[in-house]
C-alpha cells in the first residue's frame, strides 16, 4: 500500500510538471496578469479603499439609519421603526414638499442662469479682445473663491441699509427707497439665483471656451460667405456643435447645485421661516439642530434618490444624439 501511494504521489507531480496541466496553465496566467497589472492595481488600492472608508460606507449607513427612530437629545434610544421616518416626511410634514419645490426651483433656476451668464460671456471671451487673457483670469475668481466667503460677501451686499445693491439701484434711478433682499420672500429668490449664478457660471464659461476651440473655422467661414448672419451662424454651427458639452456641463451644474448647502445658510440660514430652505438645509436642520439623526438620515436618502431621478430625466432628454 505504501509503495502504491508513493507511485501515486509521483504521478500526480508529473502531472503537474506537464506543460498541458490545467493547473500550471491557471497559474501562468495568473502570474502574467499580476506581472501586467500588479502594479496598477497596488496604485488603485487606495483610492478603492478611500471611496469605500469615506463613501460607499457612510451611504450605507446613512441608508441604516433612516430605517430607525434615532433622536439623541429624546432619551429614547435608538429603535427599528421601519419606514416611519418616510412616511412622517412624506404624508405629514408639512413643510418637506415646499422644501422639495425650493429644491427644483434653486437647482434649475440657478442652472438656466448660469448658462444664461455663461454662453455669451464664452462668445465674448473667445474673440480677440484686448487683454483677453486678463479677463479670463478675472473671470475665473468667484469659481476658485471659497462658497461661504462669497455668501457672507454677498449678504453685505444685499444688506437692506447700507448694502451696495441697494445703492447702485438707487443711484441709477431703478428704485427709490432700499429693499431688504434676504429678508422678503419676493426679493429672496431672486438674490439667492442671482448669487448661485454668479459663483457657477465661470466654470460653465471655461467649459464653453473649450469647445469654441473645437469648431472649424472654415465651416463658420464658409456659412458666412453663403451669406448666414451671425445669429444663423450661432443657431445652426456654434450650438450644435456645442451641445455634448453643454450637456456634460448642465449635468455638473445640477448635481453641484443639489448640493450647494453652504451659500443658502451663509445668506439666510433657510429663512424666513423655511422659505429659502432646499433638502440639504432641511437635513442639517434636523441632524445637527435637531439631533434627530433618523429623520435627518431619512431626509438624506430622500435626497440622493430624487436627485437620482433628476439626473435621469435629464439625461432621458437632453442626452439624445450627441454626435
Not at 148 to 162: C, R, T
Not at 196 to 212: D, E, H, N, Q, V
Not at 236 to 258: D, E, F
Not at 274 to 281: A, E, G, R
Amino acid at each position: 500500500m505504501r509503495y502504491r501511494k508513493e507511485a501515486r504521489d509521483m504521478s500526480d507531480l508529473l502531472e503537474l510538471r506537464r506543460p498541458s496541466s490545467p493547473l500550471i496553465r491557471r497559474r501562468g496566467r495568473a502570474s502574467a496578469f499580476l506581472k501586467e497589472f500588479g502594479f496598477g492595481y497596488v496604485l488603485l488600492a487606495p483610492v478603492v479603499l478611500y471611496i469605500v472608508a469615506f463613501q460607499f460606507y457612510p451611504l450605507a449607513e446613512t441608508i441604516r439609519l433612516s430605517l430607525f427612530d434615532y433622536s439623541l437629545i429624546s432619551g429614547r434610544g435608538m429603535s427599528f421603526n421601519g419606514f416611519g421616518n418616510y412616511k412622517e416626511l412624506l404624508l405629514n410634514d408639512s413643510n418637506f414638499w415646499s422644501i422639495f419645490w425650493n429644491s427644483l426651483v434653486w437647482v434649475l433656476g440657478s442652472t438656466v442662469l448660469q448658462f444664461a451668464i455663461a454662453i455669451p460671456a464664452a462668445l465674448v471671451l473667445f474673440n480677440k479682445i484686448r487683454l483677453r487673457g486678463l479677463w479670463r483670469g478675472l473671470m475665473m475668481v468667484p469659481w476658485v473663491s471659497p462658497v461661504v466667503i462669497i455668501g457672507i460677501v454677498w449678504k453685505w451686499i444685499y444688506d437692506g441699509h447700507y448694502g451696495l445693491f441697494n445703492h447702485y439701484l438707487k443711484a441709477l434711478g431703478i428704485i427709490s427707497e432700499n429693499i431688504v433682499w434676504l429678508g422678503d420672500e419676493k426679493w429672496v429668490w431672486p438674490a439667492l439665483l442671482l448669487t448661485s449664478a454668479w459663483k457657477g457660471f465661470p466654470y460653465i464659461t471655461l467649459m464653453m471656451l473649450s469647445g469654441l476651440t473645437g469648431i472649424s473655422r472654415e465651416m463658420i467661414e464658409a456659412a458666412h460667405m453663403d451669406g448666414a448672419s451671425a445669429w444663423q451662424r450661432f443657431v445652426r454651427i456654434t450650438l450644435p456643435m456645442l451641445k455634448p458639452i453643454m450637456y456634460a456641463t448642465g449635468l455638473v451644474s445640477i448635481v453641484s447645485s443639489w448640493t450647494k448647502f453652504e451659500m443658502i445658510w451663509a445668506l439666510t440660514n433657510g429663512g424666513p421661516g423655511y422659505s429659502t430652505s432646499i433638502l440639504p438645509t432641511y437635513l442639517y436642520t434636523n441632524s445637527f439642530v435637531y439631533f434627530d439623526l433618523g429623520r435627518g438620515s431619512a431626509i438624506a436618502t430622500l435626497s440622493m434618490a430624487i436627485v437620482l431621478i433628476l439626473v435621469g430625466v435629464y439625461a432621458r432628454t437632453f442626452g439624445r444624439n450627441l454626435e
